[in-house]
């Protein structure tokens, strides 16, 4: 079990909602939307809930609300059904409509952003069908070659890692500390070399479970000032971490940019 940072605390705009890590759920045990195997998701969804509380990530209210109503659900399902009674509408059905509709709106929405970011990348001074569809076509061969990832897929890539490695305990107090602000300039440095690294790399070298933390908030801190992404090129693909920013921009400066972390959340323990 990981031991919760006291001292530090992410805050992300890239935190999405309590039915976005539902459906990340039905999707990554490749289950029916329609049939969902409540007593499997509400495991994985206090899984997951116990991971982002161990990280210090901000959990909204919703997903302790959506925790009491999956288990609600559970509770319900576990009830047996006297014969005498009529059968009671299954308790899944007001959940699964909202997942539904949500996914809905969310494909939507996706697919608006899909069109304003291919409109950002071309640039037409007069009308030349040739370039058009030569821009068109390098917009659309980056849009298949990677596929953007969320906070979910990123903590349970972490999950899995910190499960597969040996680790060293600690059983003495060390005196030295690891600090996000020091874990931010490695990755940064790293990045300046390669512009695409995999996101397993990131954690070689690490020793113990406290100092694997410390690199994943360095990470998610480098997420949230945009500075990278993390993408895979398709399920199951291994998560690959890449510049957002050019070499030259500042925010590729460690000094510059470990500036914007607050020294009280400098420490990771």
Not at 190 to 200: G, H, P, Q
């Amino acid at each position: 079990m990981l031991e919760p940072l006291e001292s530090y605390r992410v805050t992300l705009e890239i935190f999405e909602g309590p039915l976005d890590l539902l459906l990340y759920l039905i999707r990554k045990n490749e289950v029916d939307i329609y049939d969902i195997p409540i007593n499997l998701i509400v495991d994985q969804y206090q899984q997951y809930l116990d991971i982002m509380k161990t990280l210090n990530l901000e959990i909204a209210g919703d997903f302790l609300v959506m925790a009491a109503t999956l288990s609600h659900i559970k509770s319900k399902l576990l009830l047996p059904q006297v014969e005498e009674e009529e059968p009671e509408e299954d308790p899944r059905r007001e959940l699964v409509d909202r997942l539904v509709e949500y996914q809905k709106y969310k494909e939507a929405a996706g697919q608006l952003i899909g069109r304003a970011q291919l409109g950002k990348e071309v640039f037409v001074r007069e009308f030349n069908e040739e370039n058009l569809k030569r821009l068109a076509g390098e917009v659309q061969r980056e849009k298949l070659e990677f596929e953007e990832i969320d906070l979910f897929q990123l903590v349970g890539a972490f999950q899995e890692l910190i499960n597969s490695r040996q680790l060293e305990e600690i059983k003495k107090i060390v005196v030295e500390r690891v600090r996000v602000v020091d874990k931010i300039s490695q990755i940064l440095t790293r990045l300046r070399s390669e512009e695409v690294v995999e996101f397993v790399a990131l954690f070689a070298g690490n020793r113990t479970k406290k100092e694997m933390v410390v690199t994943f908030l360095a990470l998610l801190e480098l997420i949230r000032l945009q500075v990278i992404k993390a993408f895979q090129t398709g399920n199951f693909a291994p998560i690959q971490i890449k510049r957002a920013v050019p070499l030259e921009d500042e925010k590729m400066n460690p000094d510059y940019l470990t500036s914007l972390v607050p020294d009280k959340e400098a420490d990771g323990g």
